[in-house]
């Protein structure tokens, strides 16, 4: 007896009934929807509003959960652009010099008009610093959201199937600001942890995966994926109490996988999708640009201490050479794959079969 994709799948989904996709979280970065411009500190810019035709509110600043976190998307305490810079003192009188974020009119991927997020980390000018000789940039502008802060507790659920879309446009000036091999762009970045308890000492996160744009030695652009525990650092003290620290190496990298045959699109929308199963040894960790998988991995997609991802960033502008700069389009966050997603067959199969 032949037994085809669709019957495979059709199984998968009587044996799995939790696979069913439900929608977290989504964005069309409409006119109500707002930000503070960094007005607090120069470093967090405050996202608010609720869309009209998605029904959805931006987390914005609350208590630590479960007071704030219960009830908000992906069980955030806040969202926010989050900007970061190694060598720059930030405040709100000098914030334009390192970073802008607006809502833009656009013709979008689909040629309708709509309002796109646009995030422009600037390039500051030539760094002279110890670690970083000539280094001409060490900034970094995200969307996040955050879900673990100082004194969380108790933590919040494990969200252990995280499924994100959205469409993105980067400037073809990035290909020279990442001119040297190895030099990379970040698109995404997910970390777990990342808190301090005043009494452990648990600042820093056990586990990041990271999908980036990457300068090969034959000089072409391509996509590569990468799961360390380099989320702030790496943990100072094991938080379970039970591993000795020196079984938690501050450079420790999981896996890493390179795409060495999709484009790496300039100058034009594209779409980015990304899922991940959290699990120790099981883990899935699924990425695709423009219907095309450029990552396919199981392994590790989980920290040894179990902690839950503190900081979801699926939107990331950090690059060694200079400045960053992309467009994006109407964000969707889901728990598992939609069925009309080309992540969602393997997902479905590897789930079956890793269960």
């Known amino acids: 007896m032949t037994i085809d994709r669709t019957t495979i799948l059709s199984g998968i989904k009587t044996f799995t009934p939790n696979l069913i996709s439900t929608l977290l979280f989504e964005s069309n970065f409409e006119a109500n929807t707002t930000h503070d411009n960094f007005a607090a500190n120069g470093v967090q810019d405050q996202m608010s509003g609720t869309d009209l035709t998605t029904g959805f509110t931006w987390p914005t600043a609350q208590p630590s959960f479960p007071n704030g976190g219960d009830g908000q998307a992906l069980n955030c ?41 646009h995030l422009n980390l600037k390039d500051t000018g030539q760094i002279d610093h110890v670690s970083h000789v000539n280094q001409p940039f060490g900034g970094q502008l995200d969307l996040m959201f955050n879900r673990v802060s100082d004194n969380t507790n108790p933590l919040p659920p494990l969200l252990g199937d995280v499924y994100f879309s959205y469409w993105c446009k980067r400037p073809g000036a990035l290909s020279a600001q990442i001119p040297n091999v190895n030099d990379s762009a970040v698109q995404v970045d997910f970390k777990t942890g990342g808190w301090y308890d005043g009494t452990k000492n648990q600042y820093g996160g056990g586990f990041r995966t990271v999908l980036h744009i990457v300068r090969m030695q034959d000089g072409s652009l391509r996509w590569r994926a990468i799961a360390d525990n380099g989320a702030n650092g790496g943990m100072t003290t094991d938080p379970s109490g039970i591993l ?29 999708e990304g899922y991940i199963h959290m699990h120790e040894s099981k883990g899935i960790c699924l990425f695709a640009i423009d219907d095309q998988i450029i990552c396919h991995h199981i392994g590790r997609t989980k920290d040894e201490f179990g902690l839950p991802w503190g900081r979801i960033m699926p939107i990331l502008m950090y690059s060694q050479g200079g400045p960053c700069e992309g467009w994006f389009w109407n964000i969707i966050i889901r728990d598992y794959p939609p069925s009309n997603s080309v992540l969602y067959a393997p997902a479905a199969i590897d789930l079956y079969r890793l269960a």
Do not use: C, Q
Request: charged share 15%; net charge positive.
């Open 77 to 117: 305490n806040w969202s926010v652009i989050y900007l970061g810079h190694k060598f720059a003192t930030l405040s709100p009188a000098n914030v334009g010099n390192y970073a802008v974020v607006d809502f833009p009119t656009m013709t979008g991927p689909d040629g309708s008009t709509g309002r796109a997020l």
């Open 244 to 272: 000795p620290f020196n079984a938690v190496s501050p450079n420790k990298i999981y896996w890493y996988e390179t795409h060495k045959t999709a484009p790496v699109t300039l100058d034009a929308w594209f779409k980015v």
